[in-house]
């Protein structure tokens, strides 16, 4: 018989390599908390339905106790024969306490255990990530607050288009993650699904209380089906995905920070303490954590395909495929949290070299659209104003000048109805104050979004702290 605890029907031990290729002790070992607490639930369950004693019950819940106590003290030796987190725990409960130990297994399986535990696990590093969401999105406001004045170019295919406020490009960022917080709060929802008492797949035939086991967790919801609780991973293609989604708008947001940090753009500067230098190069200052964060986006990503991979093919209910889950969601975690952190403290240390941009803008067309905007206010229908200022624009390159450079008497060449109040019209700050429609980049469009956002991130951070109360 093979010392295995599923040993008794086979007649040898299991090949080593073959022992080390299945465990997943070496990652699932991080879900140790939630294995415990799922199991002092169950016990206390199964011994309130009477089918294990109150006596035993105690000794279990000691027990586990004491074995939590040991894995954080770095003092549990974790067995790559006893393959995961579930079975390292369970065999060392039955080594302290005896026979007690061998009945905390009754009515379950590894299968709903481990969904129990990745599901806490989940919903846990969720309102993790909720609350670094929060962290940047306040990071933005703030960074968006202090610069309330500073216009930039706004660009569209990377050629200067508008001018815009630098406020007004930040709080595009905020849009983005006020829905990448949504979409984690949906995620939260769906983690939130309490799996045990499914047993390997058709149920038990003890007299459970699964509502019992799903008070004590607090979970909102139990699975009606107990073949789809333990082969439903769609709870991590969905935090897969939105930390997919999260990862490229961060992504984005790097390689702007990048191109603004470069000597090219030079709109920005980060703080020293968030770059690195050359080995060789002794001018170098790099902008690391953007490229790191736009390097790892790749990675997030490549989660959630092999995540969707993984679960494509698999016939109900539990394949050990399934014990693939891990592994990407758990990098995803550590990546998605990390680089939120990051970059809450870069927004925050970034300088904002607000004359850069202000040159920037004044040295270009950007004000095209509102020389041909004014005559169009004057009457002239809008696709010949058009013409008249691309007219503008050519006369200005040639003679190596912008369009606040023309005289008033050039200017009337082009059309009767310029006047003397042009020069007010294309100016950076009028044509940024102009564009006063819904959600545009006028100043006070700006002001209202950004008390719009301060409203948001005190309900974001309300609901954060409602479901931080409920983990266990
Ligand atoms: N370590 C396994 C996993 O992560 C636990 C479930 C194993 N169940 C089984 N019948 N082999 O998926």
Redesign the pocket.
Known sequence: MSEAMWGGRFTKTVDEMVNEFQA?INF?KRMYHEDIAGSIAHAIMLSKCGIISEDDCGAILAGLKDIEGQIEAGEFDFSVDL????MNIEKRLTEAIGEAGGRLHTAR???D??ALD?HMYVRRETVAVLREILNLQAALVETAKANQDVIMPGYTHLQRAQPILFAHHLLAYFGMLSRDFARFEGVYQRADIMPLGAG?LAGTTFPIDRELVARQLNFQQIYGNSLDAVSDRDYIMEFLSAASILMVHLSRLSEETILWCSREFSFVELDDAHCTGSSMMPQKKNPDVSELVRGKTGRVVGHLMAMLATVKGLPLA?N?D??E??EGIFDAIDTVKFSLGVYAQLIRGMKVKKEVMRRAVAEDFSNATDLADYLVKKGMPFRQAHAVSGTAVHTCLEKGCYLQDMSLEEYKKLSELFEEDIYEAISPETCVANRNSLGGTSYAQAARQLAAAEELLAAENKLQEELAQKQI
């Open positions: 997943s699932d393959e995961d987190i579930h399986s590894r299968n255990q481990v990745t390997a539990y050990k399934l014990q889950d891990k």
